[in-house]
């Protein structure tokens, strides 16, 4: 019997594979999808329960996913079980690998934020001296951040700092609340801008490659998807060098299977794909294939009251609403303590106070949740990471997971830089809050470990010089032309923004590469 093939092979549905996917479908190119979870019904495999007939109460199980920390009992089962595929690290140097394995992967729990890399971010080292440039500029990607702006209908408002890219927005000309209002002004005054957030709306409540990307795709009829298939290394051919397929095995009944490709895209996620490029020994003649891994720093954290909502005062139009500092440090004055910048995503509420802002106990803490209900307004930090060679993945050659293929093992931490970027933000962000005539009930200095923000990106760089760097402007290898890596691993540097809509703009140009190039006969 032949073994199956065919013209483009994509390893992973997420984001990227789904982008990729619609374009290249769409272009007449027949694609077939691999994906390690399965395909799920939200309305058929849904199940509510009240937390009192869960055994931990909807509380997360003791011992598993103990490095997720969004996971609860109610939602255990949608991430990676560690213990089925396990990780690595030094003990002293944890890392939060935040992973999903269903049809549609981690695009169906995106936050949503929406935001361009500006070059600021692309041309960093010209800027500041430190790392390398992307090969690619913010006009290279424009056209195709305003076409991910239109699929995924991204609201926002055009600000016109060079520092946050205005795009194709929905245009959000929603009034400030009242207590926004006043940040607002204690914002200008420090010279810090408090700009109007960006969200991606999606459709009928979701903004993943499911609803919004991969039913193009099928559309065509030239798109196959397999479920519940984990690939455990892309095959070569021994005449030409270049990938012909790759061998995966069935999740449940651990069936040995193969397929043949005259492409093969990876976009598995980061740590994923490269942890597939290792395992296959491929596309590493730079020597930098795990190296620079980057993620962004999240933790820091500061909580205030607005006092003139305690008591029962509060209403939707005084406190509710968020806004986005966008970065405003090393733009145009250079800090002393740390380079690039950070973000914050500000926020009011009508809501109800979490009792650990306030060192009080029993009867006197009831009385002031009481006072302080309806009061809340919070600040939560985006920090940029640097990319460093010395932080990177390696395979443990010890540990293998339950299909015998071996895992990862991360070695990563915050260096100064991060630490002093966050005690910066935090200062600045509390001196705004009480320049507005908030009072801070909290402030957290202290970073999440590295991944927490499941921002992973950096570990299979682009760049144009084939000894530096894996990929080239096109997200193609260096060193095999028909091997394509398209998710976050592509990243020269991290930035404070969220990298969902930057992963899908580098898709979509890499998609349409391809079949540019397979049209012209090149591959």
Request: hydrophobic share 35%; net charge neutral.
């Amino acid at each position: 019997m032949p073994e199956p093939s065919t013209d483009v092979l994509i390893i992973g549905s997420g984001h990227s594979g789904g982008m990729v996917a619609k374009v290249l479908t769409e272009k007449g190119i027949s694609c077939l999808m691999l994906n390690a979870g399965p395909v799920v019904d939200f309305e058929k495999d849904r199940d509510l329960k009240p937390a009192y007939e869960l055994p931990y109460r909807g509380l997360k199980m003791p011992g598993r996913l103990e490095h997720v920390f969004q996971s609860t009992e109610f939602n255990a089962n949608t991430w990676v079980d560690e213990k089925e595929v396990p990780y690595t690290y030094d003990p002293g140097k944890p890392y939060n690998w935040v992973r999903v394995r269903l049809f549609g992967g981690r695009s169906l729990f995106w936050s949503r934020q929406s935001f361009r890399l500006s070059d600021y971010e692309f041309k960093a080292k010209d800027h500041d001296g430190f790392g390398e440039n992307w090969p690619i500029s913010l006009a290279d990607l424009a056209p195709y951040y305003s076409q991910v702006e239109e699929i995924f209908q991204v609201i926002g408002h055009p600000d016109g700092l060079p520092q946050y890219p205005d795009g194709n927005f929905v245009v959000d000309n929603s009034t400030w609340s009242g207590a926004m209002q006043r940040f607002i002004a204690a914002g200008k005054k420090l010279g810090v801008p408090v700009c109007k957030a960006r969200s991606a709306m999606g459709r009928d409540g979701l903004a993943s490659s499911i609803n919004l990307l991969l039913p193009d795709a099928f559309a065509t009829g030239k798109l196959s998807a397999v479920s519940n298939v984990v690939v455990r290394e892309l095959t070569v051919d021994k005449n030409s060098g270049l990938v012909n397929g790759a061998l995966f095995v069935d999740r449940h009944s651990k069936r040995e299977m193969s397929v043949k490709a005259r492409v093969v895209i990876l976009a598995a996620g980061c740590l994923e794909s490269t942890r597939l490029l290792l395992n296959s020994r491929l596309a590493n003649s730079s020597g930098v294939l795990g190296h620079y891994l980057i993620d962004s720093l999240y933790g820091p954290r500061i909580v205030c009251s607005v006092p003139e909502a305690r008591d029962g005062k509060s209403t939707p139009e005084l406190m509710e609403g968020d806004a986005l500092i966008p970065r405003f440090r090393n733009i145009n004055t250079k800090e002393k303590n740390f380079i690039r910048g950070y973000a914050w995503n500000v926020w009011g509420s009508t809501g109800s106070m979490d009792p650990r802002n306030f060192a009080d106990y029993g009867a006197s803490l009831q009385k002031k949740l009481d006072s302080y209900a309806g009061s809340g307004f919070e600040m939560s930090l985006m920090g940029e990471v640097l990319p460093y060679y010395e932080h990177y993945v390696s395979i443990d050659k010890h540990v293998v997971d339950a299909w015998g293929i071996p895992v990862l093992r991360v070695h990563t931490q915050y260096t100064d830089n991060e630490f002093n970027m966050a005690r910066d933000a935090v200062d600045t962000g509390a001196a705004m809050a009480e320049a507005a005539g908030f009072e801070v009930l909290s402030k957290s200095y202290e970073p999440n470990p590295p991944g927490y923000s499941i921002h992973e990106v950096g570990t299979c760089r682009m760049g144009d010089n084939p000894k530096t760097s894996v990929l080239n402007k096109w997200n193609q290898s260096h060193d095999i032309k028909n091997l394509f890596v398209v998710d976050g691993s592509s990243f020269v540097s991290g930035g404070w923004q969220n990298p969902t809509m930057t992963i899908m703009a580098l898709s979509m140009r890499a998609a349409g590469h391809l079949a540019d190039q397979i049209r012209q006969g090149n591959i």
